[in-house]
């Protein structure tokens, strides 16, 4: 099973099981980056929309091909964009502020994660953050791409560049 399938069979679950330990990780993960009402955001494997749910006042872009994606589009946010699609199908001209990527790269086959990883960057403006946070246990290291900071958020290692 990939992860796409993994995702969309706990899809209906996931917040009930979940919610409360993802929603500290997050804050603290919004905490690490300035942003304004006015902030561009992409969000990368984007889950139920907890993190849009912290950052509601920004314009975002919440990419979910899992099932998860319709949990996310119930909620009805406000300046919230919901493509079911994964990063690498993804087409946009635009660039933004901050490009979230929390908890996705552990599930990703290697060559995968480098795409996402690249993408990633290549949607990040000048002078704009990207966030991306892999759970400790996957031995994931990002520090050869010189983050600004790292830290360790619950379960987390989390790799901010800019």
Same mark, same amino acid.
Request: include cysteine; glycine fraction near 4%.
């Given at each position: 099973m990939d992860a ?16 409360e330990e993802?929603l500290?990780?997050?804050?603290? %993960?919004v905490? #690490?980056v300035?942003?304004t @009402? ?5 969000d !990368?494997g984007?889950?139920?929309?907890l993190?849009?749910?912290n950052l ?5 872009i919440?990419l979910?091909?899992?099932?998860m ?5 119930a ?7 919901v493509l079911r ?5 993804f ?7 901050l490009?979230?990527c %929390?908890?996705? #790269?552990?599930d990703?086959? @290697?060559a995968?994660?480098?795409?996402c !990883?690249?993408?990633?960057?290549a949607?990040c403006?000048h ?8 759970l ?7 520090g050869?791409?010189?983050?600004i900071?790292t830290e360790k958020?619950?379960?987390d ?6």
């Amino acid at each position: 099973m990939d992860a796409v399938e993994y995702y969309s069979s706990i899809a209906p679950s996931y917040e009930a099981l979940y919610k409360e330990e993802q929603l500290e990780k997050i804050k603290r %993960i919004v905490s #690490l980056v300035p942003h304004t @009402k006015s902030s561009k955001v992409l969000d !990368i494997g984007a889950g139920t929309g907890l993190l849009e749910e912290n950052l509601r006042e920004c314009k975002i872009i919440a990419l979910e091909p899992s099932e998860m994606a319709d949990f996310l589009e119930a909620k009805k946010l406000p300046n919230v964009k919901v493509l079911r699609l994964k990063v690498s199908q993804f087409k946009s001209d635009e660039k933004f502020d901050l490009v979230f990527c %929390i908890t996705v #790269l552990q599930d990703l086959a @290697k060559a995968e994660r480098e795409r996402c !990883i690249k993408s990633a960057f290549a949607f990040c403006k000048h002078g704009g953050r990207i966030v991306i946070s892999v759970l400790e246990a996957s031995k994931i290291d990002l520090g050869y791409l010189k983050p600004i900071l790292t830290e360790k958020v619950a379960n987390d290692k989390v790799y901010v560049f800019g």
